[in-house]
Antibody, heavy 121, light 106 residues
Framework: QVQLVNSGPEVRKPGASVKVSCKTSGYTFTRYGITWVRQAPGQGPEWMGWISGYNANTKYAEKFQGRVSMTTDTSTSTAYMELTSLRSDDTAIYYC??????????????WGQGTLVTVSS | DIQMTQSPSSLSASVGDRITITCRASQSVRTYLNWYQQKPRKAPQLLIYAASNLQSGVPSRFSGSGSGTDFTLTISSLQPEDFATYYCQQSSSTPYTFGQGTKLEI
């Protein structure tokens, strides 16, 4: 069965960086993209960007341009999201989700359990 | 960015009720509209994709409709496990944006 498993919780100080992983199993990694979504406490989800599992092409939300980097390791079917220059308002749960393309568009059909990133001095 | 606005923000209902949640986009998203259910401390789960297509494994009491800027999610007969927060999300253009959520309470 398809599974996405995010890495464990992280605590960082303002200005630091964090790298969250998403280990996948149960499907061919290179046939799908991975989307990263974050959710701040009490807020709705926020799309951060996407990476192709096939060729590692990326598309980032403009809000995160220059601070986010998404990568993949096809040998372990794992995706990574690194966020730099952390601020307190980056405190959130960070999810990865599988991109599924059908009916002319994408939706997110399987999700990781999320990684809580806390930014605090 | 395309803004997604859901209404109501919260809704009280009873088991067996029929409820409808609406989602409005700030510009046309064609039928590129998805619905997710989220329970506390869990990741969102896909319910409906491309406005009206039921995701595999999702009960048939859930249905979606709409196109352009106006969409609805309907639950025909509420079950206890349906009390959760629901989000719409457009996949017409990046950044893909979510609504602010509708919390469905008993």
């Amino acid at each position: 069965q398809v599974q996405l498993v995010n890495s464990g919780p992280e605590v960082r100080k303002p200005g630091a960086s964090v790298k969250v992983s998403c280990k996948t199993s149960g499907y061919t990694f290179t046939r799908y993209g991975i989307t990263w979504v974050r959710q701040a406490p009490g807020q709705g989800p926020e799309w951060m960007g996407w990476i192709s599992g096939y060729n590692a092409n990326t598309k980032y939300a403009e809000k995160f341009q220059g601070r986010v980097s998404m990568t993949t390791d096809t040998s372990t079917s794992t995706a990574y999201m690194e966020l730099t220059s952390l601020r307190s308002d980056d405190t959130a749960i960070y999810y990865c989700a599988r991109d599924y393309y059908t009916s002319g568009t994408y939706h997110f059909d399987y999700w990781g359990q999320g990684t809580l990133v806390t930014v605090s001095s | 960015d395309i803004q997604m606005t859901q209404s109501p923000s919260s809704l009280s209902a009873s088991v067996g009720d029929r409820i409808t949640i609406t989602c409005r986009a700030s510009q046309s998203v064609r039928t590129y509209l998805n619905w997710y259910q989220q329970k506390p401390r869990k990741a969102p789960q896909l319910l409906i994709y491309a406005a009206s297509n039921l995701q595999s494994g999702v009960p048939s009491r859930f249905s979606g409709s709409g196109s352009g800027t106006d969409f609805t999610l309907t639950i025909s007969s509420l079950q206890p496990e349906d009390f959760a927060t629901y989000y719409c999300q457009q996949s017409s253009s990046t950044p893909y944006t979510f609504g602010q959520g509708t919390k469905l309470e008993i």
